[in-house]
């Protein structure tokens, strides 16, 4: 009729990790300089470099990360406006790449933000 049937889905913007589905694939992805290490507790706040710890994204968004903890976080905490202190990633479909990581400070104050990373997280508002 006027097409409406035939449209496509958009296509996503930014890159696609969604074939990066085990661990194994992202440290080889990792080791060939297409993704680098995050730690979701930063090092400075005392978490440790283990697996637990460890997400693989591409490169640029430990350092987007470290700026927010470093340059915002940090001295929330050291004013004694917040007192914990969470980073959680957000996962699409069975890639082991986040979309996105949200970090939320808080107690007795409360900073919020999400760092989107690729695919579905990339479209929101």
Known sequence: ???????????????DFSA?????????????GG????????????????????????VGVASIKAGI?????????AEGKITKYTASPEYQGKSFIPIAI??????????TTTINIWGEALSRE
């Open 69 to 77: 903890d470093n340059n915002v976080i940090g001295p929330l905490a």
């Open 35 to 58: 993704l680098e290490k995050l730690f979701l507790m930063p090092l400075e706040f005392g978490g440790t470099d283990n697996t637990l710890n460890t997400l693989y994204v591409p």
């Open 20 to 32: 990066i589905d085990s661990r194994e694939k992202a440290l080889e992805l990792f080791k060939r």
């Open 102 to 111: 949200k970090i939320v400070a808080s107690d007795p104050g409360e900073f």
């Open 1 to 15: 009729m006027f097409g409406w049937f035939n449209k496509k889905s958009p296509q996503p913007n930014g890159p």
